[in-house]
């Protein structure tokens, strides 16, 4: 799975730990994320698309093993 956390972080300027607290996971998660390490939940989907204010599948695109 890709994603654009990282681009969406850069355009409102915030730093993983100021997101991490904003949905309530640590930085380390965000950074997991980012780096294509970890696959959020559904719920964690939702909260970081929710907190940059667009659809889910803006930020996080199928991959084409998935």
Same mark, same amino acid.
């Given at each position: 799975?890709? %994603?654009? $956390?990282? $681009? @969406?972080? *850069? /355009? ?6 100021? &997101? *991490?607290?904003? +949905?309530?996971?640590?930085? %380390?998660? +965000? %950074?997991? /994320? @980012?780096?294509?390490?970890? $696959?959020?939940?559904?719920? &964690? *989907? &939702?909260? /970081? *698309? ?5 659809? $889910?599948?803006? /930020?996080?695109? &199928?991959? @084409?093993?998935?």
């Amino acid at each position: 799975m890709k %994603n654009t $956390v990282r $681009v @969406e972080r *850069a /355009i409102v300027d915030i730093t993983q730990q100021q &997101l *991490a607290d904003a +949905i309530g996971v640590s930085r %380390n998660t +965000i %950074n997991s /994320i @980012e780096s294509g390490k970890y $696959v959020p939940s559904t719920v &964690l *989907a &939702l909260k /970081i *698309a929710r907190h940059f204010g667009k659809p $889910v599948d803006s /930020i996080f695109q &199928l991959d @084409e093993n998935d």
